[in-house]
């Protein structure tokens, strides 16, 4: 099992940063990739950036310039730095984890961290 655990959300100014944070722990195996995904209310869950175990990385267009996702792999935590929030960027955003075994494909979900972009 994985666990996800995500930090960092709140409110912020249109135009302004905020950093995400997702802890990752159990039992991970060198195949994870990692992503950020956020669902607005009455919106679909949209995948908006990943990043895999060679740290390659893909965005959505929405936020490509915007959003960088980074990993730490000493303190097994995935980072989101947003910038030049808009208020579209509202939304709960949330931790994945895809993980392949030699039998498996694997989903994992964060509770999820909300983000507010009101002026």
């Known amino acids: 099992q994985v666990q996800l655990v995500e930090s960092g959300g709140g409110l912020v100014q249109p135009g302004g940063s905020l950093r995400l944070s997702c802890a990752v722990s159990?039992?991970?195996?060198?195949?994870?990739?990692l992503a950020w995904y956020r669902q607005a209310p009455g919106k679909q869950r949209e995948l908006i950036a990943s990043?895999?175990?060679?740290?390659?990385?893909d965005y959505a267009d929405s936020v490509k310039g915007r959003f960088t996702i980074s990993r730490d792999n000493a303190k097994n935590t995935v980072y989101l730095q947003m910038n030049s929030l808009k208020l579209e960027d509202t939304a709960v955003y949330l931790c994945?984890?895809?993980?392949?075994?030699?039998?498996?494909?694997?989903?994992?979900w964060g509770q999820g961290t909300q983000v507010t972009v009101s002026s």
């Open positions: 159990g039992r991970i195996n060198s195949s994870i990739r």
């Open positions: 994945h984890a895809l993980m392949r075994t030699p039998w498996t494909l694997d989903n994992y």
């Open positions: 990043i895999d175990s060679t740290d390659n990385t």
